[in-house]
């Protein structure tokens, strides 16, 4: 204030081209107002000019914490990989490899299984194959015998031909039941031999547990599937299995 009250006339000088008009300044209109007391309105502003400062400043230096964190946190993972890649990448040939030998020793067991299984259907099947052939040669042994049987009692019909006709045909009659019941006899025979064999065939053929099959698809073009064995049966309830065949 001292100032100002020294330097009062020097700031107010009257120069000849100055406006008359103009009323001078007094010292009401020069007083400063550096000791004015502050409203509440201007200690608000300031307060929030100072907040605003003081948020910006740490806002920067927070951006500035951050970035060197980063740097840092980028420097240790790329140390890190450089160090770990190595045996990241044995680990996973190790993996692969001990993934890839079980897959090809599990692949093997298949294949020997599955030849095992197709073994001992074929044995099966050549057993069957056995049966039938002798059961052939049986029926074809007995046709045969039943041929001999009829011409010999053909040829005894001729020798006794000279025989009274009553007595002849009493003898034909006689002969033609016996030949009639040996033939039932060995064709009831021959049917039973035949549904032995038969359910020999189609057991075996089934899955354990099965009863009856229905395979699909056919190499036909008009038969899509087919029921094994055929017959009449009443369902109250049934039990469904997949079975694939593996060629």
């Known amino acids: 204030m001292q100032n100002t009250d020294e330097y009062d006339d020097l700031f107010f000088l009257n120069f ?3 406006i008359e008009s103009v009323i001078p ?3 009401e209109t020069i007083s400063c107002d550096c000791q004015r007391e502050h409203t509440e309105w201007d200690k608000l502003f300031i307060m929030l000019e100072n907040s605003q400062m003081k948020e910006n400043m740490l806002l920067e230096s927070l951006d500035e914490v951050l970035k060197v964190e980063l740097q840092m946190l980028r420097a240790e993972m790329l140390q890190f990989v450089k160090n770990f890649a190595g045996t990241c990448t044995t680990y996973l040939e190790k993996t692969t490899s001990q993934f890839w030998s079980q897959m090809d020793q599990m692949i093997t067991k298949g294949r020997v299984s599955g030849g095992m299984s197709g073994m001992l259907h074929e044995i099966k099947q050549e057993k069957i194959l056995q049966d039938i052939l002798q059961l052939n040669q049986n029926l074809s042994n007995r046709l045969s015998q039943l041929e001999h049987v009829w011409q010999w009692r053909a040829e005894e019909g001729d020798q006794r031909s000279h025989s009274s006709e009553e007595g002849r045909v ?3 009659m006689h002969g033609s039941n016996f030949m009639l019941k040996s033939l039932w006899q060995e064709l009831q025979e021959t049917k039973a031999e035949l549904k032995e064999s038969q359910k020999k065939t189609t057991k075996p ?24 064995p055929t017959g009449e049966m009443a369902l109250f309830s049934f039990t469904a299995c997949t079975w694939i065949k593996i060629p």
């Open 16 to 18: 000849d081209n100055e």
């Open 25 to 27: 300044a007094t010292e």
């Open 170 to 172: 009493g003898y034909i």
């Open 205 to 228: 053929s089934l899955p354990a547990g099965c009863e009856t099959v229905i395979l699909f698809p056919m190499r036909s073009k008009k038969i899509f599937m087919s029921v094994h």
